[in-house]
């Protein structure tokens, strides 16, 4: 009200637990608020915010528990990560004891002493929910002291006496068996979303397949050491551990292809040929479309000549995702199909036709392994992996390292998917921004040329009356028009369309003109301006923009400067020229510098400040494209130095 300036702020509003944003409009004496409910956007943010973050965990974990060998590892990482990503007080994690009858602690996090000790082993019929989670499997979601009350009586004196309130206690499990559980300690009462239970639920998931490799590892490295003893022994040892280093390199190679690209057609190309021939005769990727269908992706065959072959029946054999067995079932259940010796009958049930059945043979496929691309709980596609005309038969460590493989590469199909998603969202805003600055622009040249009639109509006293009002709407006018300029400007940097127009530009001049023009703006903030130039300083440059650059920095200067003094300089030398804006004003955090000229970015609160934080992005953009650069120099409460460093000879060709 005391400015007449339109503001529009978003808040948290308790009473109705929602987001508003409001508008406020002064009309003469009044304040005309417009209230918005944006809660929706906030809640799809903030959750978008939460899945990325929780994505980049998962990765970020898995990458770590695949380094891990013994199970202690693997156990500390599993906790370590859990505790940090859920916000827990404690956790801790324990595993079923080879005579399934206990489970023992093998890692904890902020666990105390004494308590570690009462809980190293606990009986699976004791009346604990982590003994019961292991024991059947389905995880106990205990959010308050009322949930402890009306399932285990008997642990609520403990739990109320107790730094938490609340738990997740969740089975490890991996082949539909229980290797253990994972417990996670709240300091307070909480409500465990879908979201949450699901996120813990994958993190167990992770870890069950984990401590599952961990335990082959030992099995592995207690053979070796029981067959020192004997050369025969050794030798198979040996071989033993080869065959694991080598599981490790092939995954290893396996990451790096599906990290280098985010088109994942091209990824999963490059995993077909990389599995081909080191685990597989042929391969292929099928994938689960939007629309439900099935689409073969890639396909690899250790013989090339044999290529068309495999296409063909593909194309014959369509998969059908209702079927009992191969990729359809897969693809329907999320669960492997493993089939080490393949007979025909099971050709039989496959083939569609009689005239699909010789062909199949044809293959003399000889073992299969058919394992699903999960990720976030939905299946993706599958990973067919095939023998054919070999005396190599599949085994179980086989189908566990192309789960491993799979498990991989579907984060990696997930993560390409996100990226293409946040790229079409991206794409749409800034064709929103780019139309509706269009649009705008016409009603207000309009709405500029009717009050400019309407003036010229009036009678001097009637003009004389509403002069005020007059020059009021004009003002609106050219602010909002310059609000629509700046959304244009964002999306022409945003699609690389910002023009330039270059010319000789003396920029002591138009660091005077605008001045001129901006004499009243430092009037009302009460900021003395003094200019200091050595005289014209002619560089070939873009008049328009150029002036752009200083409007920005000379009203950031008056905004902030909290009434005192400012000083602009413009000096330079043969080949470039410099222009310096300092104010003695608010200053900026030097955590905030970095992100200073980013788009929508801010240093100071909207409440009090305003605009959209875009003047700096665009000033900077601006800069860069005529070959310059812009940097900031600024204490809290010591005021800010904005320096503008300019080629005279304008941007390279």
């Known amino acids: ?320 995702v209702s079927a009992k067995t191969g990729a359809g079932k897969v693809l329907r259940t999320g669960q492997s199909e493993w089939v080490p010796d393949v007979t025909d009958a099971l050709f039989s049930t496959v083939a569609r036709g009689p005239a699909v059945l010789p062909m199949l043979r044809s293959l003399g496929v000889c073992s299969y392994l058919c394992v699903p691309l999960v990720a976030r709980g939905r299946v993706l596609g599958c990973l067919s992996l095939l023998q054919t005309g070999s005396s190599r038969h599949y085994s179980e460590a086989d189908l566990r390292l192309a789960e491993e493989l799979a498990h991989r590469a579907a984060l990696s199909v997930d993560n390409a998917r996100l990226y293409r998603e946040a790229q079409e969202a991206v794409r749409l805003r800034d064709e929103f921004l780019s139309i509706a600055s269009h649009e705008l622009k016409t009603p207000l040249t309009s709405l500029r040329l009717q009050l400019s009639l309407l003036a010229r109509l009036m009678s001097p006293d009637s003009l004389e009356q509403v002069s005020g009002k007059l020059g009021g709407a004009h003002r609106q006018v050219d602010r909002l028009a310059s609000l629509v300029t700046t959304l244009l400007d964002v999306s022409r940097i945003a699609t690389g369309r910002i023009s330039l127009e270059l010319s000789e530009v003396d920029i002591s001049f138009a660091v005077h003109e605008a001045l001129e023009r901006l004499r009243e703006v430092f009037t009302q903030a009460g900021c003395a301006v003094t200019f200091q130039s050595r005289g014209p300083m002619v560089g070939w440059w873009d008049a328009l923009r150029l002036d752009q650059v200083i409007v920005n920095l000379l009203t950031n200067a008056a905004k902030y400067g909290q009434g005192r003094p400012v000083i602009v300089t413009v000096e330079g030398d043969r080949d470039s020229a410099r222009l310096t804006v300092r104010d003695e004003g608010i200053g900026i955090a030097a955590e905030d510098l970095p992100r200073l000229f980013g788009r929508f970015e801010r240093a100071v609160s909207v409440r009090h400040y305003g605009g959209l934080g875009l003047g700096l992005y665009i000033s900077r953009q601006i800069v860069e494209a005529l070959g310059g650069r812009v940097s900031v120099d600024s204490c809290p409460g010591e005021g800010s130095t904005f320096t503008v460093e300019l080629p005279r000879e304008g941007p390279r060709r």
Request: some cysteine; overall charge negative; aromatic content about 6%.
């Open 1 to 320: 009200m005391s400015e007449r300036v339109s503001m529009t702020v978003e808040a948290f509003y308790a009473p109705q637990e929602a987001w508003l944003e409001a508008r406020m409009v002064p009309r003469g004496s009044h304040l005309v608020v417009f209230l918005r409910d944006v809660t929706v956007r906030h809640q799809a943010e903030e959750a978008k915010a939460r899945s990325a973050a929780r994505l980049s965990l998962l990765q970020e974990m898995t990458a770590r528990l695949s380094a891990a060998v013994s199970t202690e590892e693997v156990g500390a990482v599993l906790v370590r990560g859990a505790v940090a990503a859920t916000g827990a007080e404690l956790g801790w994690v324990g595993l079923l004891e080879p005579e399934g009858r206990g489970l023992r602690m093998v890692a904890s996090e902020g666990v105390p002493p004494e308590l570690r000790r009462q809980y190293e082993y606990i009986p699976l019929d004791a009346a604990l929910p982590l003994a019961r989670a292991c024991l059947t499997g389905e995880p106990e979601w205990l959010g308050s002291l009322a949930d402890f009350e009306e399932r285990y009586p008997h642990l609520v004196e403990f739990v109320r006496a107790s730094p938490s309130h609340a738990g997740a206690y969740v089975p490890m499990r991996a082949k539909d068996t229980s290797l253990g559980a994972i417990t996670l300690a709240f300091a307070r009462s909480r409500t465990f979303s879908e979201e949450d239970r699901g996120f813990i639920m994958v993190l167990a998931h992770h870890g069950a397949l984990a401590f599952d490799r961990a335990r082959l590892f030992d099995r592995e490295h207690a053979a070796r050491a029981e067959a020192e003893s004997d050369v025969s022994d050794q030798v198979r040892a040996r071989r033993e551990l080869e065959a694991v280093a080598w599981r490790q390199r092939f995954l290893s190679e396996a990451s790096s292809l599906l990290a280098g690209s985010l088109d994942y057609t091209t990824t999963m190309e490059s995993v077909a040929r990389l599995v081909v021939p080191e685990l597989a005769d042929w391969c292929a990727v099928d994938m689960l479309t939007a629309e439900g269908r099935v689409e073969n992706v890639a396909l690899a065959h250790v013989d090339p000549s044999r290529l068309e072959a495999a296409r063909e029946v593909i194309r014959r054999t369509p998969i059908d």
